[in-house]
């Protein structure tokens, strides 16, 4: 085989209290193709910006290789996402996935799937939107002796993941940097307790426990200052009975429910309150994970 295209889905991670741990796989994906060629690297379908070697689906492609003790020949790369770049939904992810399941599967799919996460991991530094992108559905992961342990859970079919994107981005890095060091206890066990109950209101499809669980203590609260207008929106999102969180590290706003009227509930009134542009994105759950699409 010479040439292959992986499709990853999005990823919203934490899911408010489940900080590094929790991830669901949404219906908005990226597809990227490899073709190994002669020697070289060329990457065609995005900015400028993010065509050397530094891509982060050709930096997992060669960990890959190098975990292979295969050698790295050129490879010519297209990426084709829909993924918004910098918005918290998993795009980052989406291509470390890529670049390990395309080296994988062009040079015999020896390591398993298990095997492509620890060396993605590895470079991402917390599982949670790259157990998503690999399984599909709802993922809790831990990190254990350095290796993660993805389990994934039940999810009630009927949930509908709105996603509100806003028009600004926001790097990961700078959303960890205001996160304190230290946590109080009376604040992990406030996350232990709602995190738990978050995976449980998922799989039952009970709406209003998952609005009242759907809280966090570790990271949400030193975020949303970064994020322009977000306790405005929250308090908007939360009049209509949708439960409501930060979507990985943001900027995008997450809204869960199984009122199909929500997008149109909340389009009456957002743009009156918010300066930036927010995209509404009405989103599915993706039960399945990042697959082979075509193959030559
Ligand atoms: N759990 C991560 C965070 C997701 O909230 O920083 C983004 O990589």
Not at 110 to 128: F, R, Y
Not at 218 to 232: G, P, S, T, V
Request: charge should be negative; glycine fraction near 8%; aromatic fraction near 6%.
């Amino acid at each position: 085989m010479k040439r292959v295209t992986i499709r990853v889905p999005a990823t919203t991670a934490n899911l408010g209290p489940g900080f590094d741990a929790f991830g669901c796989a949404l219906s908005l994906y990226t597809d990227v193709t490899f073709e190994e060629t002669e020697y070289g690297l060329e990457i065609t379908g995005c900015d400028e910006a993010y065509t050397g070697p530094d891509n982060l689906a050709y930096v997992s492609y060669c960990a890959v290789l190098a975990s292979l003790s295969e050698e790295v020949r050129g490879v010519r790369i297209h990426i084709d996402a829909h993924i918004p770049i910098c918005r918290g939904l998993g795009s980052s992810a989406a291509l470390l996935v890529a670049g390990a399941m395309g080296a994988n599967v062009l040079r015999g799919s020896k390591l398993s799937t298990q095997g492509l996460l620890n060396i993605t991991n590895a470079m991402e530094g917390h599982p949670d939107n790259l157990a998503p992108a690999f399984y599909g559905g709802l993922t809790a992961s831990m990190v254990d002796n350095g290796l993660p342990v993805c389990v994934s859970f039940p999810l009630h079919p009927d949930w509908e993941f709105l996603a509100l994107v806003p028009d600004f981005d926001l790097s990961t890095a700078k959303a960890r940097s205001v996160l304190p060091q230290q946590v109080n206890r009376a604040d992990a066990i406030y996350n232990i307790a709602h995190g738990a109950l978050v995976l449980k209101a998922l799989e039952l499809g009970d709406e209003k426990l998952l609005r009242n669980a759907m809280q966090d203590k570790l990271h949400q609260n030193y975020r949303k200052h970064l994020i322009r207008d977000y306790e405005k929106i929250e308090a908007l999102v939360r009049t209509t009975g949708a439960a409501f969180c930060l979507s990985g590290a943001g900027p995008t706003l997450l809204c869960i429910t199984q009122d199909e009227r929500l997008e149109e509930k909340l389009a009456k009134k957002l743009d009156s309150i918010t300066e930036a542009n927010w995209e509404m994105l009405p989103l599915h759950i993706e039960f399945q994970g990042a697959r082979v699409i075509k193959a030559e």
